[in-house]
DNA sequence: GCCGGGTCTGTAAGCGCTTTCACGAGGGGG
DNA sequence: CCCCCTCGTGAAAGCGCTTACAGACCCGGC
């Protein structure tokens, strides 16, 4: 079980070339390619002989070489603020899954609000074919400098780039809804929280819900509550909110923020949501399990991801049609936290 | 606007070479790359037309190009099963954050438990200059197998694997801790859910479980009840056991199958935690904002992500010592779900 | 017997970089 | 005034593959 099969001694490093293969089977490189891709016909013996090489030397191509020939590089990049909530994970786990699924690899680059994003996004940009970039990692003219290197990208939660695919999940609309749903419920004083600068989706969610409230007669909210985008975030500012000036209806831009208000207005003894009404966005999973049920608005995390790596893979099979914009359908999830239902409430 | 900084016309592909910006800087493709490394020195005013002319051609070097020279990609790797819970997210998370800081891509693989695993990890293995493996995705040989490529390979949440680091979270202890303080809260018929043949995390705790057990004299269940690691999984898996013969007291190998096991209790009129304790492991979002509040052992998730990718980075960077094998500290949380308490129950 | 057409294989030219080596031009010391 | 060294640069050899292109060989048909 030694001896024969081992790979020849003195190929220490990293692994065997094509080189060593072609030796090891008396012939040339190009037939070894050949037998690798299947591109020409080889004799059977031949075959044989370098399959036999191949084996015993463990031989598997330098990705390197491939790619340089081949001039692409079988991988995609996708670019998100960070990983730490349910939410991107989701939509990069989509991505990850079509993107196997066609056979190319998948890069992911997490900006953390880095000063260096641009200097990372283009450094991506020179390892794969195509790439995409969620929400507002980087501005336009980085993206469009993507683009003019001749990479595909296609943006998610995202206001459209000039000359980029985009896949959103519906934001207004389903606003609205949750707005005309808190209305009916008899809420009169709102606030919204979440930063529209700084999230496309939020803005257009701040949007919807505005149109609503007006519709039916209800007092707009000034602004947003700008907070970051995860619990601690919506839990201080929630603190300071709730200590001055309270509405008595919270929409919230994500899950993560609702949560975290409704851990401060407890702790400030304030009851959901007798006192006061709280939503979310998403539908994670803790907005299910949390008591009261998060109402929030669902949306399809996998799906925008997946939509994405489908849309890139026929960019890079050649699609030079005019740019897509796919809204995705979001649904209305009704639970306790905004009000007492007919239901039996959860 | 146009013109002078425009990329010459004809490079209507990819992006411009180093021959062209070479040309263009009338210099030859060595002089372009030593301006680019700053490997040896360059008269100012070359330097400063050669700077003009990548300016002006909006050059990026090859990524492919410098590696193939350089004989190294830049890049790792971390293979997983999946990305839907939180656990395995937040170990990604974790792991790209240390690695961007040290310039280093990563690639994701997601196995999905899908036969074609070697494969895939050997087509990564051909990417990167290391890699990490999160969990029982391939199996030791095919680890081997890309250690046997001089590809250096630290896995997680898995036991040692010959010849890789590894790290893991403490597991036998705190489920001692964990099943001591259950046997106090007087529990004395107990389950386990989570598979231990898929999950060495879930070997450990079960190990940790009944030697607990056994040390306070409480009978020791036959076996673990295997289910999947997710919500449906425990769901179904409670639902059945509940349903015959319900224990007192349901230790689950992670998070989603005890919210899991706990919706099914709920549905079938069994109160939690006066008829059925259930704590979990993991402390992700949804255990601390789900009434009762869940009851469980608190993981470095990040940490674990993090060491792994430092480890590895001291291994590219020529470390050659024995194996290491990391066991980072966990934490008992204990809440409402295992049972009441003095405190103020959440 | 010669020719056309497969089949199989090798030669060599890239793909876009890095780096070694060699060389010419200046400059300071002897 | 010559030698030696440093500085600045170009030529060219890789890195590990793919793929024209071309040549050798073997058939069968005339």
Redesign the interface.
């Known amino acids: 079980m030694k001896a024969l099969t081992d790979p020849a001694p003195g190929d ?4 065997a070339t094509i080189y060593q293969v072609a030796e090891r089977a008396d012939v040339s490189i190009a037939t070894v390619s050949r037998v690798l891709r299947g591109t020409a016909p080889v004799a059977a013996a031949t075959r044989a002989r370098v399959e036999a090489a191949m084996a015993a030397l ?1 031989f ?6 491939v ?2 020939a081949e ?1 692409h ?1 079988a ?1 995609n990049g996708i670019v998100f603020p ?3 909530g ?1 939410y991107f ?2 939509v ?2 989509g991505y ?2 079509v993107a ?1 699924e066609v056979g190319r ?6 900006t ?1 609000g880095r000063q260096a994003a641009r200097e ?1 996004v ?6 794969v074919d195509g790439m995409v970039v969620l929400a507002r990692t980087v501005d336009d003219e980085v993206i469009a ?1 993507v683009l ?3 990479i595909p990208v296609v943006v998610v939660a995202r206001d459209r780039v000039r000359g980029a695919d985009s896949v959103n999940a519906e934001n207004e609309h389903s606003a609205e809804a949750l707005g005309a749903h808190l209305a009916a419920h008899g809420h009169r004083s709102f606030a919204f929280m979440g930063d529209p600068e700084i999230s496309a989706d939020a803005y257009h969610r701040w949007t919807g819900l505005t149109r609503a409230l007006r519709a039916h007669g209800v007092n707009v909210p000034q602004r947003p509550v700008a907070c970051p985008f995860d ?1 601690d975030g919506g839990r201080e500012a929630a603190a300071v909110l709730l200590g001055t000036d309270p509405p008595d209806a919270l929409v919230c831009a994500n899950d ?1 923020i609702a ?1 975290g208000a ?1 851990t401060a207005a407890e702790q400030m003894g304030i009851r959901i949501p007798d006192d006061l009404a709280v939503t979310g966005w998403d539908d ?3 907005a299910r ?3 009261p049920g998060l109402t929030t608005v669902r949306q399809p995390m996998r799906q925008l991801g997946a939509w994405a790596a489908r849309r890139l893979h026929e960019r890079l099979g050649g699609d030079t049609s005019a740019p897509r914009h796919e809204v995705l359908p979001t649904q209305l999830v009704v639970r306790a936290s905004c009000g007492h239902h007919n239901k039996e409430d959860r």
């Open positions: 220490t490093d990293g692994g463990r598997t191509p330098s990705r390197l070489g790619s340089l001039r590089h991988a960070d990983l730490s349910p994970a989701e990069v786990l990850e899954e196997a690899s998948v890069l992911i680059l997490s953390h990372m283009l450094d991506l940009a020179a390892r400098e003019g290197k001749n619990e993560e949560l409704i994670v999973m803790a399990h949390s008591r």
